[in-house]
């Protein structure tokens, strides 16, 4: 055994000792993952976990050998190239002890219940984002002062929070159905397809979504339906479970109430998970809000995702509350042609909902996405997110603050570079044949007009850039700290036309007049670190270019670099 491959088996080995669960394929691969990072000598492996005589194994080709630890007996191994050599080393105790290392530098790492410690950016000279100086430790990670702390999941080593004192008793509330089965010790109750009176779910059942999915209300169909005013109330501390194609959907003209606490909030997870304990993406589909609020689209727009009609005219619409609610393994494609549920997704809703301290956990498809709408959000936990964190579409004019976006580390839903960390869009014209293009003087009607404050955005290998803002979007970003997206860049602008006012006199030749004023997009008290590039003019490689999309340019550089010196002004740091 070389002593690199002692070194790490002493990491994992000792990250290991006293597990409150048994280990699981993703303990496993979580705590090599772990081990590569601490032992930059040591190369990252993507290898799949292998099986044999009890052992997990990862190959490492550069030490020839295979690592595993067994999680029944606690011991550390190396197998031989071909299988046919297991050599025992012992107790992992043993050689955590060996190692020098100790509890506490090994402490970033549990196995209660494939539990994740997630780290902020390490750079921060200008701004801490999301959180206080107070609430970062030492390493990075986030201390127990965190908004996020005792009531998230894979945060802060935790990877579940719902418990219950209660017992199974045959028992379901009115409008619910007893399946005859526990979930979690408790009765399973089964939601209807349309709840269409006013229901409360208590915290002393687990609830389970119909098949194909719950709405409250008919308010999804075009004519705006006939049941209406009515609202959905979730108890503290209640779990809803779904599988594969089932959601929740609050259709327009009514409400969900769903106001966890910070010591027992409200969990959404996947059926999976209530059985065996295990989660994965894609489980089930998500959270769906429709309301009356304005989409450039139109009053009668059609949801992605086979949720049906939202949207209307009255921008201060109320759909309801969500507050301390933790969504984990959701999204999926229903029909796969990209037809995709997001974890969390606000369709044309008002601004008089609420939502705060949401947790989106494990997605496969987007965090959060915006469909047109003036909701405003606070305190999310956007983490090991499968493809964007924090979507933007159809004119959404709404602020958010203290969000914090982890990226998957291991997926991204797209393949590798097609995740963000935020991607905005606004309005996106076609010509006569069709293809989109950026038009300079979208009408503040049409665009996306955000106010973003206090954002922290981890990016990994697997996704793409921090931000990518394009077609149509303004606002303010403000205490913004993007850092990790390696294998591209900061952040991304989608042409000139998307930071630099003008008029596209001749859509079909691209011809614009251009005002030498950069208005759209401002940042202030920021920084980008550790990131493959800084900023970048591009263009959608999965677009027909049209002639008024203006490329990078020698013009459109100079536009950008006057943008960004404009913005570096207001204390801002583009990595450089």
């Known amino acids: 055994m070389s002593f690199k491959l002692k070194v790490i088996a002493a990491a994992i080995s000792g990250a290991m000792i006293a597990p409150v669960h048994a280990a699981t394929d993703q303990n496993i691969i979580d705590l090599f993952d772990w081990a590569e990072q601490q032992f930059s000598e040591f190369p990252d492996s993507d290898a799949a976990l292998q099986e044999a005589s009890g052992y997990k194994y990862r190959y490492y080709p550069s030490v020839d050998a295979y690592l595993g630890y067994n999680p029944t007996t606690n011991q550390v191994a190396t197998l031989g190239l071909y299988g046919d050599t297991i050599t025992d080393h012992g107790d992992a105790d043993q ?12 402490g970033d790492i549990t196995l209660d219940g494939n539990g994740k410690l997630l780290t902020v950016g390490a750079q921060r000279n200008i701004t801490t984002g999301a959180f206080t100086e107070s609430m970062i430790n030492s390493d990075n990670t986030l201390s ?76 999804n169909a075009e004519d705006g339906g006939t049941i209406s005013g009515k609202t959905l109330t979730i108890e503290p501390g209640t779990l809803i479970v779904g599988s594969e194609t089932d959601y929740l959907l609050i259709t327009r003209g009514n409400k969900i109430d769903a106001q966890g606490t910070a010591t027992s909030p409200i969990v959404f997870r996947s059926t999976g998970w209530a059985e065996t304990g295990e989660e994965y993406r894609q489980s089930w589909g998500g959270v769906v809000l429709q309301g009356n609020a304005y989409d450039f689209k139109g009053t009668q727009v059609l949801g992605e995702g086979g949720v049906g009609y939202y949207g209307g005219t009255n921008n201060e619409d109320n759909s309801g509350v969500m507050k301390y609610v933790v969504i984990t393994g959701a999204g999926y494609d229903i029909d796969g042609n990209g037809n995709e549920l997001n974890a969390l997704t606000l369709q044309g809703v008002g601004s008089a909902t609420d939502i705060s301290y949401i947790q989106i956990d494990e997605s496969h498809d987007d965090g959060i996405e915006f469909f047109g709408g003036t909701a405003s959000v606070d305190h999310l936990a956007l983490t090991d997110i499968g493809d964007d964190a924090f979507d933007v579409d159809q004119g959404w004019k709404g602020s958010a603050e203290n969000i914090f976006i982890s990226m998957s580390k291991t997926y991204s839903a797209g393949g590798p570079g097609e995740s963000r960390g935020i991607e905005a869009d606004g309005h996106d014209p076609k010509d006569a044949d069709g293809n989109k293009y950026i038009n300079a003087d979208t009408s503040a009607e049409e665009a996306t007009v955000m106010t973003l404050s206090n954002f922290t955005i981890v990016g990994s290998d697997k996704s793409d850039s921090g931000l990518v803002l394009r077609r149509g979007v303004s606002g303010t970003f403000n205490n913004f700290n993007v850092s990790g997206f390696v294998a591209d860049s900061g952040m991304e602008i989608r042409d000139r036309g998307t930071i630099e006012d003008g008029v596209i006199t001749n859509a079909d030749t691209g011809e614009t007049t251009w005002s030498g004023t950069y208005e759209r997009l401002t940042f202030t008290d920021s920084e980008f670190a550790n990131n493959g590039g800084s900023v970048k003019l591009s263009m959608n490689k999965d677009e027909v270019e049209h002639p008024a999309n203006i490329l990078s340019d020698a013009e459109a550089d100079t536009a950008l670099s006057t943008w960004m010196t404009d913005q570096e002004a207001n204390n801002v740091d583009f990595g450089e």
């Not at 955590?96 to 090994?106: E, L, S």
């Not at 945060?155 to 509330?173: F, R, Y």
């Open 95 to 106: 050689y955590f002890a060996q190692a020098g290392i100790t509890v506490d530098n090994a």
């Open 144 to 219: 127990s002062s965190a908004w996020t702390y005792g009531w998230t999941v894979n945060i802060h080593g935790n990877a579940d929070i719902w418990t219950t004192d209660a017992a199974a008793d045959d028992s379901c509330p009115t409008g619910t159905t007893d399946t005859g089965t526990d979930l979690k010790g408790l009765d399973a109750c089964e939601l209807p397809s349309t709840i269409s009176d006013d229901l409360t779910l208590t915290k002393d059942n687990v609830y389970v979504l119909a098949n194909g999915g719950t709405k409250v209300g008919d308010g």
